[in-house]
Structure formats: structure tokens, C-alpha cells
Nanobody, 128 residues
Framework: VQLQASGGGLVQAGGSLRLSCAAS????????MGWFRQAPGKEREFLAA????????DYADSVKGRFTISRDNAKNSVYLQMNSLKPEDTAVYYC??????????????????????WGQGTQVTVSS
């Protein structure tokens, strides 16, 4: 599956952005989807994940209550609604796909190497 992330940009602190990730292929609905971010000099960080049906979600503590992941299998797309953005949210944001995801809801399941396919990333910059 090929992934294309979009929707990044420059926003003031307290603002909102909605990221989108469009996937190719007919099997999108069978993949777990996740969002990660990576700031300069830092490791790639798990943000949120959603199961194949959209019925179960998982969030990092750092974004819980501010970010919402969702998916539309009819449109082969996954989204990340980001509210109450902070300057420390500045990073490149990536979407990723996993056919099988062990350790769902645990730290192990948040590891980037659990995901097989990655989008190219979209820059989010939050000004203070």
C-alpha cells in the first residue's frame, strides 16, 4: 500500500489542523493505521492508531484529548484532527500502515517498526 500525507502547515498556538492520509490499493480496510511525528533531533514518536474498522483507537498520553484519529474506508483515507496545538507539536507528521499489529494499546504496539508502510510526511509548524 502507498500512503500520501497532506494537510500540514503553519498555525498559531491554540489553533487546529486536520491531516489527511490517502492510501492506494483495494485492501486499505484491512490495515491498522497510525500517525507518528518526528521533530529535529528526536526519535519518531507514536501519536495515534486506529484498527481496520475504526471501532478501536489508541493514543499517546501526550496528545490524548487534543488529537482525534479517524478513517473512511470508502475513501481509503485516515485523518488526524489536531486541536489546541502547542509549539512543541512542531514536527514532520507521518501516517503508517500495518497489516498485523501486535501489542495493541501497549508501549510495544507504539513502536515504529510495527508498521510496514509509511507516507512521505507533512510538516506542521506551530508558532507561539
Amino acid at each position: 500500500v502507498q500512503l500520501q500525507a497532506s494537510g500540514g502547515g503553519l498555525v498559531q498556538a491554540g489553533g487546529s489542523l486536520r491531516l489527511s492520509c490517502a492510501a492506494s490499493g483495494r485492501t486499505f480496510s484491512t490495515y491498522y493505521m497510525g500517525w507518528f511525528r518526528q521533530a529535529p533531533g528526536k526519535e519518531r514518536e507514536f501519536l495515534a492508531a486506529i484498527n481496520w474498522s475504526g471501532g478501536s483507537t489508541d493514543y499517546a498520553d501526550s496528545v490524548k484529548g487534543r488529537f482525534t484519529i479517524s478513517r473512511d474506508n470508502a475513501k481509503n483515507s485516515v485523518y488526524l484532527q489536531m486541536n489546541s496545538l502547542k509549539p512543541e507539536d512542531t514536527a514532520v507528521y507521518y501516517c503508517a500502515a500495518a497489516r498485523w499489529l501486535t501489542g495493541w494499546g501497549t508501549k510495544s504496539g507504539h513502536e515504529p517498526n510495527r508498521y510496514e508502510y509509511w507516507g512521505q510526511g507533512t510538516q506542521v509548524t506551530v508558532s507561539s
